[in-house]
């Protein structure tokens, strides 16, 4: 639950508005010219507004690493996700930094408390050496957290090389 808290530092507006709507009121109904009385407020009075209907994402993780891998393996991990806000969640969009790694991703609403995933797969050859991929993941949650980066990372170790057979040329 979001929670934002605000300081009234102009009570007295306020105070007065409220008093003036009463007053006029009163004076509507005898026709007699009322005087506002106005209570300022003090600076350390605070509101709280709760703010509703916001879903959060909570990964389990966020980074995953393969270790050693062989060239050729398509190597493929489960980002596990709880939607710990009080809306239903919804992936936006879910990409990849590059055409390597593919990601899944579920496709409907995650109620609050329920769980999703976001797969991802890198397809290792072709591409020995050390690798890290990022999967960019946006939701429908408040703006200024609605993404989310996920890390796939390890080492493609190259495959081996087949020795190939010397050619025979035939003797003329």
Request: aromatic letters at 8%.
């Amino acid at each position: 639950m979001r929670k934002i808290v605000l300081t009234i530092i102009l009570g007295v507006f306020v105070t007065g508005f409220v008093s003036a709507q009463k007053t006029k009121k009163k004076s509507a109904s005898k026709k007699a010219t009322p005087t506002a009385a106005v209570t300022p407020v003090k600076a350390e009075e605070k509101i709280e507004i709760v703010t509703d209907g916001l879903p959060k994402i909570k990964f389990v993780e966020e980074t995953h690493d393969f270790g050693n891998i062989k060239e050729g393996t398509q190597a493929t991990y489960e980002f596990k996700f709880t939607n710990t806000g009080n809306a239903p969640l919804i992936l936006e969009s879910v990409q990849a930094s590059c055409g390597c790694t593919t990601p899944e991703w579920s496709k409907d609403p995650i109620a609050p408390g329920q769980t999703g995933k976001v797969i991802a797969t890198f397809n290792s050859s072709g591409r020995p050496g050390t690798f890290t991929k990022t999967i960019t993941v946006k939701y429908n949650g408040a703006v200024e957290t609605n993404t989310n980066y996920l890390t796939i990372k390890g080492f493609v170790e190259s495959a081996p090389v087949t020795p190939q057979t010397p050619v025979a040329v035939p003797e003329h």
